[in-house]
């Protein structure tokens, strides 16, 4: 009797870490804000849920707030690292930065959610098929590593969008 009770037991509890892998990988992932780039979106050490179902059925937005693996020779480094920015450019866009504004499809971008005017100008780019172009809250000079540096970054790097804080202070992301 005690073996078949374990036996139930096991079964259950490798059925419940399928699902939580089979969750992580498709739906819903968590990742912990490291440096301060968003800044003042995310903090270093904040804790975002990022759905991972969102771009499956639906499309990108600009402003969505994205989680996304870059490819080893972006950061010169042997592992793959993940990087959390915002959408700014979608493919066909074009985009420049001038006199510290951006300038998407030849009209000012609107930014709510930065503190700062970026010092450092950018020309006109046209951002081709199956890219887009992030970038980081914090514009402050050497605030953002982003696709100011390293260009526009391929769709199929992105993993999900970040939608709600957990932890410190659970609240949505704007």
């Known amino acids: 009797m005690a073996r078949r009770e374990l036996w139930s037991w096991l079964k259950t509890l490798i ?11 498709y739906v819903l992932a968590f990742y912990v804000v490291d440096g301060s780039s968003m800044l003042p979106t995310l903090h270093d050490g904040q804790m975002v849920a990022v759905n991972k179902l969102v771009y499956r059925i639906g499309s990108l937005r600009r402003g969505d707030v994205a989680v996304f693996e870059t490819q080893k020779t972006l950061t010169g480094s042997t592992t793959e690292r993940i990087f959390i920015k915002r959408i700014i450019a979608l493919p066909g866009d074009t985009i420049e930065i001038r006199e510290g504004k951006i300038i998407l499809n030849g009209e000012e971008l609107a930014e709510d ?14 951002i081709e098929a199956d890219t887009v172009f992030v970038m980081g809250d914090n514009r402050h000079p050497r605030g953002s590593w982003d ?3 390293f260009g526009p970054i391929p769709l199929d790097s992105i993993l999900g969008r970040a939608d709600l804080i957990i932890f410190p202070n659970p609240h949505k992301v704007k």
């Open 113 to 126: 959610y930065i503190d700062t005017v970026m010092e450092q100008d950018m020309e006109l780019l046209l």
């Open 15 to 25: 059925l419940a870490v399928i699902l939580a892998l089979l969750i992580r990988e």
């Open 147 to 149: 696709s100011r540096e």
